[in-house]
C-alpha cells in the first residue's frame, strides 16, 4: 500500500472522533494503526457509520470539493473569472500549480480515509456475535459505500473506461483495514471490484425497499433511508457504473430497477419544483448527506459577495442560453432556471441552495444530494438511444415536463451527435452543485465551452485525468 493510504488509515478513527458523530468511536491506539474499536453495543455500529456519513459531508469531500468546488469547477459549472486567485489556474486544469495541486492531494486522501472508515466497520461487523436485523443494513450499506467512494476516485484519476478499458492503473483498491499493501489493479480490474462490492451490497439490502420521507428526528436506524446507502442507492450506482463503462444493457436495467419504483420515488410537478430543489428532494433524492453547517460558507461564496466586483464564485455566464430562455412561453418555462440562478451586470448567482441571507442564517440548505432520480432517467435516455431514439427521447422528456418544459425538439435527437450535446445541456441544467457535469464531460470526449460560454476547449487525458500525489506514485505497489 501506499504511505500516504497507510497514513490515511492511521488517523482514520482519530479525525473522525473530533467530527462531532455522537463519539461514535471510542479509539484505542494499538502499535502504529488505531483499530481497536468499541463496537460491542449495537448501537456503536449505527454511530460509526453516521461517522463515516460525516466525513463524506465534510468539505473536504462532498461537503465541499466534490460538489459545488472544485469538480464543479473543472466541469466548468463555477468560479472566479477577473481574479488571480486560484479558480483561475482550477478553470484551466493546471493541476501541476501548487495549490491547485494540494487540492487534489487533499482530495485522495480524504477519500481514502472514508475508505477506511468504512473498512473498519466491515472488519467489525463480520465479526460480531450480535444478532441485531438492522447490522444486515450497515453490513450492506458499508459495501456499497466501498465501492461508491472507489468509483469517484476512479472516475477522477483514471482514464474513461470507454476510451482506455485496457488502462494499466485503476486505483489502489482498499478492502481491509490494517497495514497490508493494498493492491493497485488494472482498470478493468478495478471496475470488477468495484460491481463485486456492489454485488455484494445489493445481496444484503436486498430487503432494504422503503425509502420513507425524511423527517426531522427518528431513532431508528431504519428511519429515512435515502440519507443512507440504501437498495436503491446501490442500483443506482451501479447504473453510473455500467453506464461509464459502456454497457448500455446493464446500465438501462439498473436504472429502470430505480425509476419503477413508484412506492418509493417520483418526479416533482414543476409547481412543487421547490421542494425538491434542494436536500432532502423529497421522492426524487437517492441519496443524501446531512450536513447543516455550510449555509453561511456558500451563501459568501455564491450571493454575499456579488456587491464586489469578481470577488465571488459566478456560475456560467451562458446560462440564458443554456436554459433557453428565449423560448419560454406561459407553458413553456424551465422552472429551474429561476430557482437557481439570478443574472446581475452579466454575471450569473447561483442561488440554489441558499438564496438570500436570510436564508443563510436558516436550515433552508440542510444537506447534499449524491444521486437523484433525474439522473436514472438520463441514463436510461443514453442507454436506449442507438436502439430505440424514440424511447429515449421519451426518457429525458419525463425529466422536461416535471421540469415545467414542453417535449424537446425533434432536431436534437437526429444525429448521436446532437442528443450527446443535448444531454450535457440538461445535465448541466438539472444538476450544478452536485458534481457530475464535469464526469459527463469526461464521459462525452468532446469538445466543450468553458465558464464564459464563448471559450471552446478542446478534451484531452490532461484535463480528464487528475494527477495522483507524488508520495502515492513513489511508494505504489505494483499493480495486479
Request: hydrophobic share 35%.
Amino acid at each position: 500500500m501506499k504511505k500516504s493510504i497507510l497514513n490515511s488509515i492511521c488517523v482514520a478513527a482519530f479525525a473522525l472522533s473530533a467530527a462531532s458523530c455522537n463519539d461514535f468511536l471510542d479509539v484505542q491506539p494499538k502499535g502504529t494503526l488505531t483499530e481497536d474499536v468499541q463496537f460491542k453495543p449495537t448501537q456503536g455500529y449505527y454511530d460509526a457509520m453516521y461517522g463515516v456519513y460525516s466525513k463524506m459531508a465534510s468539505t473536504d469531500l462532498y461537503g465541499g470539493n466534490l460538489s459545488y468546488g472544485f469538480v464543479d469547477k473543472i466541469g466548468q459549472l463555477f468560479g472566479k473569472l477577473n481574479t488571480n486567485e486560484t479558480d483561475t489556474e482550477i478553470l484551466k486544469y493546471d493541476y501541476q500549480n501548487s495549490k491547485v495541486r494540494a487540492i487534489i492531494d487533499n482530495i485522495w486522501k480524504s477519500q481514502y480515509e472514508g475508505i477506511s472508515y468504512v473498512n473498519n466497520v466491515i472488519k467489525n461487523v463480520e465479526s460480531t456475535s450480535l444478532h441485531d436485523k438492522n447490522l444486515q443494513l450497515v453490513r450492506g450499506e458499508a459495501y456499497g459505500l466501498r465501492a461508491f467512494l472507489h468509483f469517484d476516485l476512479v472516475r477522477l484519476f483514471c482514464p474513461d473506461y470507454r476510451t482506455n478499458p485496457n488502462a494499466e492503473y485503476g486505483v489502489p483498491y482498499a478492502e481491509s483495514f490494517n497495514l497490508a499493501n493494498k493492491n493497485v489493479y488494472t482498470l478493468k480490474g478495478t471496475y470488477e471490484h468495484i460491481l463485486q462490492d456492489l454485488n455484494t451490497a445489493e445481496s444484503l439490502l436486498a430487503n432494504d425497499t422503503v425509502v420513507a420521507p425524511i423527517v426531522e428526528v427518528g431513532s431508528d436506524y431504519d428511519n429515512g433511508r435515502a440519507r443512507q446507502f440504501n437498495l436503491y442507492a446501490v442500483y443506482a450506482t451501479k447504473a453510473r457504473v455500467y453506464y461509464t463503462m459502456g454497457n448500455n444493457e446493464k446500465a438501462a436495467e439498473y436504472a429502470k430497477k430505480v425509476i419503477d419504483a413508484k412506492q418509493n420515488f417520483s418526479l416533482t410537478e414543476s409547481r412543487d419544483f421547490d421542494k425538491v430543489r434542494r436536500f432532502p428532494a423529497d421522492r426524487e433524492m437517492i441519496f443524501g448527506l446531512n450536513n447543516r453547517t455550510l449555509s453561511q460558507s456558500v451563501y459568501n461564496t455564491f450571493v454575499g459577495l456579488t456587491q464586489r466586483s469578481g470577488n465571488f464564485t459566478e456560475g456560467r455566464r451562458d446560462v440564458e442560453k443554456l436554459y433557453e430562455t428565449k423560448t419560454f412561453t406561459s407553458s413553456n418555462v424551465d422552472v429551474r432556471y429561476s430557482a437557481f440562478y439570478r443574472m446581475e451586470v452579466g454575471a450569473s448567482i447561483f442561488l440554489r441552495f441558499v438564496a438570500n441571507e436570510s436564508e443563510s442564517r436558516s436550515t433552508a440548505f440542510q444537506g447534499l444530494t449524491l444521486v437523484r432520480l433525474p439522473e436514472m432517467y438520463y441514463i436510461l435516455a443514453e442507454s436506449l438511444y442507438d436502439t430505440d431514439p424514440k424511447a429515449a427521447k421519451a426518457a429525458l422528456d419525463e425529466v422536461r415536463k416535471s421540469r415545467g418544459l414542453q417535449p424537446s425538439d425533434d432536431a436534437k435527437f437526429l444525429t448521436k451527435e446532437a442528443f450527446l450535446q443535448e444531454m450535457l445541456n440538461e445535465r448541466m441544467r438539472e444538476m450544478p452543485g452536485e458534481g457530475q457535469v464535469f464526469y459527463a464531460i469526461k464521459h462525452y470526449n468532446k469538445p466543450f465551452k468553458a465558464l464564459d460560454g464563448r471559450t471552446t476547449i478542446e478534451p484531452s487525458p490532461a484535463r480528464f485525468v487528475l494527477p495522483r500525489p507524488d508520495r502515492e506514485l513513489e511508494f505504489g505497489n505494483k499493480q495486479q
